[in-house]
T-cell receptor, first 116, second 114 residues
Framework: NAGVMQNPRHLVRRRGQEARLRCSPM?????VYWYRQLPEEGLKFMVY????????ESGMPKERFSAEFPKEGPSILRIQQVVRGDSAAYFC??????????????FGPGTRLTVT | DAKTTQPNSMESNEEEPVHLPCNHS???????IHWYRQLPSQGPEYVIH???SNVNNRMASLAIAEDRKSSTLILHRATLRDAAVYYC???????????????FGKGTLLTVNP
């Protein structure tokens, strides 16, 4: 079974450009989560999506960030007008339908965004 | 999620057992204890989880104190590939709310010496 796939693995953007990060969940998984890990910090939850629905975006910055998980294709995390503070590792995770309320999450290798 | 406390770092020798402790004195009755690890430059990886009883899988064992205020992740024979940051995370399955959010603390950095 292929794991969670993320691309690109490394992304360099200049300030003001747009960054698009892609995540393909594991086969059979319909729940996707995005986390951000700033340098020297722990992972922080950003957003939880199911197919065509945003369930919880409480961890997303209010501006410039958006996420989607269309019916077909990968989940996309989009950052508009990037700033240096957006430089971080962005991890996607997926899970199947929860069993007994427990959502086991399987993480991708991450996309390391560098804003110059 | 209830708070967990872990040592910042631990060191082990290859092929020796490793016991990684986690304190969670404010754990509630519906909190599951989860362990994830993050190898260098990789995403977190699920290790094991449990509620009350000790648990074993191919990666590790989880020993849970009788009062559930602490737990220990046991790697039976550490290898160099086990060098990682280990996170102990509580997840409340009784809230019906946002238990899908994993709250990562600073974890324990495990160094394995050859």
């Amino acid at each position: 079974n292929a794991g969670v796939m993320q691309n690109p693995r490394h992304l360099v953007r200049r300030r003001g450009q747009e960054a698009r990060l892609r995540c393909s969940p594991m086969k059979g998984h319909s729940h996707v989560y995005w986390y951000r890990q700033l340098p020297e910090e722990g992972l922080k939850f950003m957003v939880y999506l199911q197919k065509e629905n945003i369930i919880d975006e409480s961890g997303m910055p209010k501006e410039r960030f958006s996420a989607e998980f269309p019916k077909e294709g990968p989940s996309i995390l989009r950052i508009q007008q990037v700033v240096r503070g957006d430089s971080a590792a962005y991890f996607c995770a997926s899970s199947p339908r929860p069993i007994s309320g427990v959502y086991e999450q399987y993480f991708g290798p991450g996309t390391r965004l560098t804003v110059t | 999620d209830a708070k967990t406390t872990q040592p910042n770092s631990m060191e082990s020798n290859e092929e020796e057992p490793v016991h990684l402790p986690c304190n969670h004195s404010t754990i509630s009755g519906t909190d599951y204890i989860h362990w994830y690890r993050q190898l260098p430059s990789q995403g977190p990886e699920y290790v094991i989880h449990g509620l009350t009883s000790n648990v074993n899988n191919r990666m590790a064992s989880l020993a849970i104190a009788e009062d559930r205020k602490s737990s220990t992740l046991i790697l039976h024979r550490a290898t160099l590939r086990d060098a990682a940051v280990y996170y102990c995370i509580l997840r409340d399955v009784g809230s019906g709310g946002s238990n899908y959010k994993l709250t990562f603390g600073k974890g324990t950095l495990l160094t394995v010496n050859p």
